[in-house]
T-cell receptor, first 110, second 117 residues
Framework: SQQGEEDPQALSIQEGENATMNCSYK?????LQWYRQNSGRGLVHLIL?????REKHSGRLRVTLDTSKKSSSLLITASRAADTASYFC??????????FGKGTMLLVSP | DTEVTQTPKHLVMGMTNKKSLKCEQH?????MYWYKQKAKKPPELMFV???????INESVPSRFSPECPNSSLLNLHLHALQPEDSALYLC????????????????FGEGSRLTVL
């Protein structure tokens, strides 16, 4: 079953702009992960944030986690055309396997 | 070597054919996974192998048969598939089973695009 729900479903921006995607989930988590998938390719792990962390950075990526609201956001700063992809959040809860959300399709136009 | 390699990249088969998808990793990971992904949908877990033993089968039809010959290889045998089984099949691995408080990241292959005619 799916726990994460990304918002928006699709996002279209210009190069240089920031992109923000949100993920909401329903049950308590051990950690939350973000993955990127280029069209027709495999998923690539971007970042993992643990339930006791509130913010994490990796290059142009910034992830926040609010466990009280059961939500996370992924910010990509200074977007590039190469950032065009689908982005999925995935939650790790209890002893269940990772559960992927429905994803956000990001289009970055030159 | 930090790659998960899947073959073939593309496969077209008839409903009476028998074919196999293969997955290989040399990262020493002890858990391997098969996911099915339809267009514009998230990956759906099919099977998990933990230390070469099948630990999770997400009620997958028996026309899909997984096999883990050793810790580096994972196969998915296909027989009598239906057109609705057409999808991208993704293999993934992780250092240890992705469960519990120490759940870490998954390493995915590029997938095998399956078309069933």
């Amino acid at each position: 079953s799916q726990q994460g729900e990304e918002d928006p479903q699709a996002l279209s921006i210009q190069e240089g702009e920031n992109a923000t995607m949100n993920c909401s989930y329903k049950t308590s988590i051990n950690n939350l992960q973000w993955y990127r998938q280029n069209s027709g390719r495999g998923l690539v792990h971007l970042i993992l944030i643990r339930s006791n962390e509130r913010e994490k950075h990796s290059g142009r990526l910034r992830v926040t986690l609010d466990t009280s609201k059961k939500s996370s956001s992924l910010l990509i700063t200074a977007s590039r055309a190469a950032d065009t992809a689908s982005y999925f959040c995935a939650t790790a809860s209890g002893y269940s396997t990772l559960t992927f959300g429905k994803g956000t399709m990001l289009l970055v136009s030159p | 070597d930090t790659e998960v390699t899947q073959t073939p990249k593309h496969l077209v088969m008839g409903m009476t054919n028998k074919k196999s998808l293969k997955c290989e990793q040399h990262m020493g990971h002890r858990a391997m996974y098969w996911y099915k992904q339809k267009a514009k949908k998230p990956p759906e877990l099919m099977f998990v192998y933990s230390y070469e033993k099948l630990s999770i089968n997400e009620s997958v039809p028996s026309r899909f048969s997984p096999e883990c010959p050793n810790s580096s290889l994972l196969n998915l045998h296909l027989h009598a598939l239906q057109p609705e089984d057409s999808a991208l099949y993704l293999c993934a691995s992780s250092p240890s089973p992705v469960q519990g408080p120490n759940t870490g990241e998954l390493f995915f292959g590029e997938g095998s695009r399956l078309t069933v005619l």
